[in-house]
């Protein structure tokens, strides 16, 4: 069950002796996001208001536990529902991608993203953390640094796992969908299925149909060389090994990101001088 919407905030109003709201950041969801400007700090930051104590203190905990240059920056809790982080200026990938030609991006600004991304979620792995929610619109582009963003929904590997389905349809793993155990192999779906929207334009299961809520559960990817031929078959073939039906056939992440990296064809080298990581 969806929770209902807080009550929106105007723009002007205080939150707390420390706040004023500057603008929305989001507010589709039930836990609105604004920005606004720390009168102590004296900067601006983006300010998650969450249903209730419990569940601020929640994501502000997970938030704080990952500290990695692509994912987004947390400050703390302000009063008991009020979740500080960094105020990222930059589209997310969803709307790079409507901005550009055939709604899609180069082939190796797509995979040094995705590179990115993986580092940042093998890093919320490392720390014992599922996102559980990865898709381009979770993505923001700030001076062509990917921030990871959104861990509502991110959970300790060691939690038993909710009664109910979490995470964006298009983009849930199915045994997420089938409510079976998850592990990072799950994360690897997401990031699969946002780069294969990267690359093509386009999604890689039928749409949903009335009686068939999950196409991921059922259907195999369709072929991404399909929707772009100038795509290499290995890369198409790694790409769809991340959309396996059996998240043991995925690839895991350190191996993935290597084998993403060999298809860069172009542009300054993606690691430091002397450093090789399949070494």
């Not at 208001?49 to 994501?59: H, I, L």
């Not at 409507?98 to 940042?120: C, Q, W």
């Not at 699969?192 to 890689?204: D, S």
Request: a neutral charge.
């Amino acid at each position: 069950m969806t929770a209902s919407p807080l009550p929106r905030i105007d723009v002007g109003a205080r939150l707390g002796q420390d706040l004023t709201v500057l603008g929305i950041v989001a507010d589709r969801h039930s836990e609105p996001i604004y920005l606004v400007w720390h009168h102590k700090c004296w900067c601006p930051m983006a300010c998650k208001v969450c249903e209730n104590a419990e569940v601020a203190k929640d994501q502000a905990d997970i938030l704080l536990k990952v500290a990695h240059p692509n994912v987004v920056r947390c400050f703390g809790l302000n009063g008991s529902n009020c979740v500080l982080m960094e105020f990222l200026e930059g589209p997310n990938l969803h709307q790079l991608t409507l901005s550009r030609p055939k709604e899609r991006l180069g082939i190796n600004d797509a995979l040094r993203l995705a590179i990115h991304v993986g580092g940042a979620l093998l890093h919320v792995h490392n720390v014992g953390l599922l996102h559980l929610d990865v898709k381009p619109s979770n993505v923001i582009l700030v001076k062509g640094r990917p921030v990871l963003v959104d861990f509502g929904i991110a959970r300790w590997q060691t939690a038993p796992r909710p009664a109910s389905i979490r995470g964006t349809d298009p983009y849930i793993a199915p045994e997420e969908c089938l409510l079976e155990t998850v592990t990072p192999a799950a994360d690897v779906f997401g990031l699969g299925v946002t780069l294969y929207e990267l690359l093509t334009g386009k999604l890689p299961f039928p749409e949903e149909r009335e009686g068939e809520p999950f196409p991921q559960v059922l259907h195999a990817p369709a072929s991404l060389r399909h929707h772009r031929p100038a795509v290499q078959t290995g890369l198409e073939k790694l790409v769809l090994s991340c959309l396996s039906r059996d998240p043991s056939e995925r690839p895991n992440l350190p191996a993935l990101l290597v084998a993403l990296h060999k298809f860069i064809g172009a542009g300054p080298p993606m690691w430091p001088g002397g450093f090789t990581p399949d070494a």
